[in-house]
């Protein structure tokens, strides 16, 4: 009985690892894009601003 059990709360570990891993990159990607985002739309104003 403690065997299928174990099997099940194992693979519960390790999907939910899997998925915190996946929502850390997306965070991680999510960021980037947007500090991308905020340095293209910057750039401009700061190029007008220099002219």
């Known amino acids: 009985m ?3 059990i174990l099997d099940i709360l194992l ?3 390790v999907l ?4 915190g891993v996946l929502l850390l990159m997306w965070i991680l990607i999510i960021s980037m894009i947007g500090l991308f985002l ?6 401009p104003k700061s190029k007008e601003e220099v002219e």
């Open 38 to 43: 905020k340095e293209v739309k910057t750039t």
């Open 11 to 13: 693979n519960l570990i």
């Open 2 to 4: 403690n065997g299928p």
């Open 16 to 19: 939910s690892g899997l998925i």
